[in-house]
T-cell receptor
Framework: GAVVSQHPSRVICKSGTSVKIECRSL??????MFWYRQFPKKSLMLMAT?????????EQGVEKDKFLINHASLTLSTLTVTSAHPEDSSFYIC???????????FGSGTRLTVV | GQNIDQPTEMTATEGAIVQINCTYQ??????LFWYQQHAGEAPTFLSY??LDGLEEKGRFSSFLSRSKGYSYLLLKELQMKDSASYLC??????????WGAGTKLIIKP
């Protein structure tokens, strides 16, 4: 149980375009979804926390107008990278908290390459 | 500030035992996680400790000492597939995960 499905797994886009990444909780309701990015050989960096039905909370230094997060339902959260630049190329991972023992489950990640 | 320290890289031999240490400093503490991450993949859950002591789960065990701000992950009977990064993460008073940079474990035959 507690599976988060993340799509796409890989995407290549041109500079200036937008890319949407979806995370769906398949067998539980994710009231809170966390969005991370990870650079090669680096740790996970929390970008934002999204709560169903309310605005996302962004970490310091993360541009909310560039990384649009929508959490419209208890099973779906999306991250849209707008006007992508090569420096946005990274591994993006979503995570949701489930159960009462503070377990976290991760999506499979999205490798974004901006050319 | 909040900080997680773990070694950058470790090397061990197939069939042996390895211990990966993690020290943490967080504002409040609500537990410590260990995750395994293979290259290019998302992390997968290994263990969660909130009370002092050792939790054993098959070949993997995790230990926590809250008074020392210290945890370790013990891997026994190492297999080649255990080559991965191991991430330590502490849950602070706001239930935010504070991540370590990960320990890359290299298994040699």
């Amino acid at each position: 149980g507690a599976v988060v499905s993340q799509h796409p797994s890989r995407v290549i886009c041109k500079s200036g375009t937008s890319v949407k990444i979806e995370c769906r909780s398949l067998d539980f309701q994710a009231t809170t979804m966390f969005w991370y990015r990870q650079f090669p050989k680096k740790s996970l960096m929390l970008m934002a926390t999204s709560n169903e039905g309310s605005k996302a909370t962004y970490e310091q230094g993360v541009e909310k107008d560039k990384f649009l997060i929508n959490h419209a339902s208890l099973t779906l959260s999306t991250l849209t990278v707008t006007s992508a630049h090569p420096e946005d190329s990274s591994f993006y991972i979503c995570s949701a908290r489930f159960g009462t023992d503070y377990g976290y489950t991760f999506g499979s990640g999205t490798r974004l390459t901006v050319v | 500030g909040q900080n997680i320290d773990q070694p950058t890289e470790m090397t061990a031999t197939e069939g042996a035992i390895v211990q990966i240490n993690c020290t943490y400093q967080t504002s409040g503490f609500n537990g410590l996680f260990w995750y395994q991450q293979h290259a290019g993949e998302a992390p997968t859950f290994l263990s969660y400790n909130v009370l002092d002591g050792l939790e054993e789960k098959g070949r993997f065990s995790s230990f926590l000492s809250r008074s020392k701000g210290y945890s370790y992950l013990l891997l026994k009977e190492l297999q080649m597939k255990d080559s991965a990064s191991y991430l330590c993460a502490a849950l602070d008073s706001n239930y935010q995960l504070i991540w370590g940079a990960g320990t890359k474990l290299i298994i040699k035959p």
